[in-house]
């Protein structure tokens, strides 16, 4: 079996969702059938293709061409997702996570299979699911990738945003944090008055009443002539 062959078999795969194991050793195949391959288990031209790709394939044997070759080495890695998840769509996930989500991992395999590579993939999601995408770059992938795929797609993403609409919201905000602050001037305003009426009392009636104990003490005391009884124990 030559190239060709292993293209029209791979062609035929992507929409065989029940052969599990593929043996092709001993057939005439380059690293051209590797790509064929390469692409039914993980289309890199999209993140439709990358999910939609086939996932039921878990074991293929090709000719040993190269120990090394990138493309066997994306192809094993394929496999393996397809061989650990329990169902297509946990599959398409991963390989949209290891793939389409890692800038390094997307940039060898659309070189691989001859793909026009764009530093960004944002342009083919909806903004609504942007946030969770951003997300999952960042727990999958680490924070330097997640840097990595920001920097290259700010542009992108702020032509998702209605700043207009974000300053409005801002304006709203302020305008609420400002009622906040008057709300609670005004509960001071009248915890402040509750505390000026309550010194008034202090000093005004309680300083009264003491005052009036004073002078029925000076009284007193000239009464007696300023003299008390002392008292001649210690």
């Known amino acids: 079996m030559s190239d060709i062959g292993a293209e029209i078999i791979a062609t035929s795969l992507n929409h065989n969702i029940k052969l599990k194991q593929l043996y092709l050793q001993g057939n005439n195949i380059t690293d051209r059938g590797y790509r064929a391959f390469l692409k039914l288990l993980n289309d890199i031209s999209s993140v439709e293709n990358t999910y939609k790709s086939n996932h039921t394939l878990e074991k293929l044997v090709l000719p040993v061409l190269n120990p090394t070759s990138e493309s066997k080495i994306h192809i094993i890695t394929s496999t393996l997702i397809n061989i650990s998840s329990s169902t297509a769509h946990i599959a398409g996930k991963k390989k949209v996570i290891q793939t389409q989500l890692n800038n390094r991992n997307r940039k060898n395999i659309c070189r691989l299979l001859g793909v026009e590579f764009s530093s960004s993939i944002f342009a ?111």
């Open 124 to 234: 083919d999601i909806e903004p609504i699911l942007l946030p969770q995408i951003i997300a999952l770059i960042g727990e999958d992938n680490g924070q330097s990738e997640l840097y990595s795929a920001l920097i290259l797609t700010a542009p992108e993403l702020l032509s998702y945003m209605d700043r207009k609409a974000m300053i409005r919201d801002e304006m709203a905000r302020n305008v609420t944090r400002a009622s906040e602050l008057i709300n609670q001037a005004n509960a001071l305003c009248l915890k402040a008055a509750a505390l000026r009426i309550q010194s008034s009392d202090i000093t005004g009636n309680k300083n009264s009443q003491l005052g009036r104990r004073l002078a029925m003490i000076a009284a007193e005391d000239r009464v007696a002539g300023g003299k008390r009884p002392r008292s001649d124990s210690i």
